[in-house]
């Protein structure tokens, strides 16, 4: 998980939400590592998760990541969680919580869906403390006041 929050603060570093994420195979071997990077790249789908498990794919030659875990500092939204079941992760290592897009037990809980033909193990509240300082430092920090947000915000709509 620290190398998953060096990841988040490269990204804070870049003006985006300090999210970080790191995909390690079965041997603990890093496949892919990544921060936030939807400012940077234009790219709504630019999550560190999304971008991490890309890496593991190029990395391995296979886009099925069986056998891996994900370590990401806040809960995943739920495009990143059916990316990593659609992979075949078999773990999920979280820090903060995400109560407005958490998608492993916050907002919903994707990983326990009946049906799909994938199910993977989630464990959260890893480093909770540095991974919430983090995120809501962050928004303290652009927004001037304190937050109870723990995980990206959603864009709105401004008529």
């Known amino acids: 998980m620290r190398l998953a929050l060096a990841e988040a603060q490269k990204a804070e570093a870049a003006d985006e939400v300090p999210a970080g994420a790191i995909v390690v195979d079965e041997n603990g071997e890093i496949l892919g590592r990544a921060g ?6 234009k790219d709504p789908t630019a999550h560190a998760e999304i971008l991490a498990l890309r890496q593991a794919g190029v990395r391995t030659g296979n886009y099925r990541l069986n056998g891996a875990s994900l370590f990401s500092t806040i809960e995943p939204c739920p495009m990143c969680l059916m990316a990593m079941i659609h992979a075949r992760v078999a773990r ?12 492993a037990g916050s ?13 993977l ?39």
């Open 92 to 103: 999920l290592i979280f820090g903060a919580r995400e109560p407005k897009t958490g998608a």
């Open 36 to 41: 936030n990077a939807c400012v940077t790249l």
């Open 121 to 159: 193990d989630v464990e959260g509240g890893v480093l909770v403390e540095e991974c919430q300082a983090l995120i809501q430092g962050f928004f303290k920090k652009r927004r001037g006041t304190e937050v109870v947000v723990t995980g990206a915000t959603r864009n709105r709509l401004v008529r």
């Open 107 to 119: 907002l919903m809980n994707l990983a326990e869906i009946e049906g799909l033909n994938h199910r």
